[in-house]
């Protein structure tokens, strides 16, 4: 068994029931072990380019660039990707461990459904059972893809226990996990959770960046400036920042859901309003109330409305290597509706954080500069949430 260390500066660790300890050993001398084995990462790569679809486009976005004046921006394409988000690139890699693990059954978390969609598209795939926990709250409002996962074969089981939302999901599914881990694997869906999973998202969704920083050093023979990503959990985040950690002119930027506004009780801004605890298996950074019980969150957008962060996130804050901002609803919903017409790109509600983020960072920079906005899934789901928000009845 490998030594690792399973800690993100003081962030990070395994905080989990004594039963579930031999599981994440077993998993993480799997994952290192397929960190060096060049079949499992060809085999990883081949089904990234054959399934998911990867390269995704770096796209030059000259018409944003021109009508803000400031650096050139471009945008990491992970909209483009089958199933629609970078999300893709988390299942397969963890989907492969899981088959080497010998496992046959996958279950995950879903809030909004995204994930679950993404691990629901996976289990077919490989051609294993799937079951998905989710809020029962959040089956009632996110019918569409609790019929696409079943579609898919999943089974998805609503959640009444605590508030019925994403965080009583992932206690429902860690508890099934515990109890069936003989034939199950846990696929989490974000770089959250106890060690491995943060590190091994981390690397499985590092190819965002492994590939945006040739293709930049393709386009204009230069390192870029600065990266921008919305933060949720902080997978597409990390997987945008990963190569360019040790790059220190490259400054990195996560863009976290301010909701109503940063001081109102309305938000999910983990690292601007947080505080240091411990939640899923992990230390880290959580909105918690004077109790220390974890808060309720809020955004407009279902995929960043989590009350915690990724422990390597904390980790990058805390050692000034990267900068969190607030970005609230309205100017999220402002810069949705501004690449649309700008760009004729529909950005997902949560991409639409990073870009209103990249929007204001461009104002900032000169013409010689340039930005990576990574668009980490597309809109088409969220439509008709951003014409409620508009007052627009869509409805018939
Ligand atoms: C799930 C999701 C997110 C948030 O998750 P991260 O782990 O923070 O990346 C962001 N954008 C899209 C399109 C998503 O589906």
Redesign the pocket.
Known sequence: MQEVDNRFGEFGGQFVPEALMPELIRLNNVFQEAKTDPAFQAEFHRLLNEYAGRPSLLYFAENMTKDIGGAQIYLKR??LNHT????INNVIGQALLARRLGKTRLIAETGAG??GVATATIAAYFGMKCAVYMGKEDTERQKLNVFRMQLLGAEVIPVTDGQGLLKDAVNAALADWAVNAQDTFYLI???VGPAPYPAM?HDFQSVISTESREQMLAATGKLPDAIV?????????I?SFAAYLNDPTVKLYGAEAAGEGLNTMHHAATLSKGSTGIFHGMKSKFLQDQDGQIAKVYSI?A??D?PGI?PEHAALQASGRATYVGITDEEAVSAFEYIAKQEGIIA?I??SHAIAYTRKLAKQMRPDQTIICTV???GDKDVASIAKYRGVDIDD
Request: aromatic share 4%; proline share 0%; with cysteine.
């Open positions: 992970e909209d629609g988000a970078h999300k995204q994930h869906g974000s770089a998202v990503a919305c933060c949720g959990g902080g997978s597409n985040a997987g957008s995929g960043l989590y990724g997902a949560e991409s980490s899934g597309r």
